[in-house]
């Protein structure tokens, strides 16, 4: 699978094409983890991401956990939650305790 043609699909509004790419293959290699990084950062809509916020979460490197540590206290509650629920899914008992702070805190950002 080529980085950067599953990044677009992934990037797709259609939920299709979205959908098709999230469940399907994807690459491997050591350039994916800082490449979703460096996607989450150049992304500017919750939604976009959220998108890939929960992959890194996914990918269980805990090299990720400070990025999403930091989005806990993005200005978009959806980018908060996203990072809650990557934080619990990346699974290292630091970032399952940053989630789990955050939540105690913020019991009004439950969804």
Known sequence: MELDAWIERI???D?????????????AGLEVVPRLVAELH??????????FA????????ASVMPVLVAEL???DLDMRQWAVLALEEL???????AAARHRS???EELG
Do not use: N, Q
């Not at 939920?15 to 690459?27: H, K, L, N, Q």
């Not at 929960?54 to 490197?61: A, I, K, P, S, T």
């Open 11 to 13: 990037r797709d509004r």
């Open 42 to 51: 150049r992304s500017t809509d919750s939604y976009t991401r959220g998108k």
């Open 91 to 97: 699974g290292v008992p630091e970032g399952i305790a």
């Open 73 to 75: 206290v993005h200005p």
């Open 15 to 27: 939920s299709v094409t979205f959908e098709d790419a999230y469940w399907g293959e994807r690459p």
């Open 105 to 107: 805190l913020h019991p």
């Open 54 to 61: 929960e992959l890194l979460g996914e990918m269980g490197d």
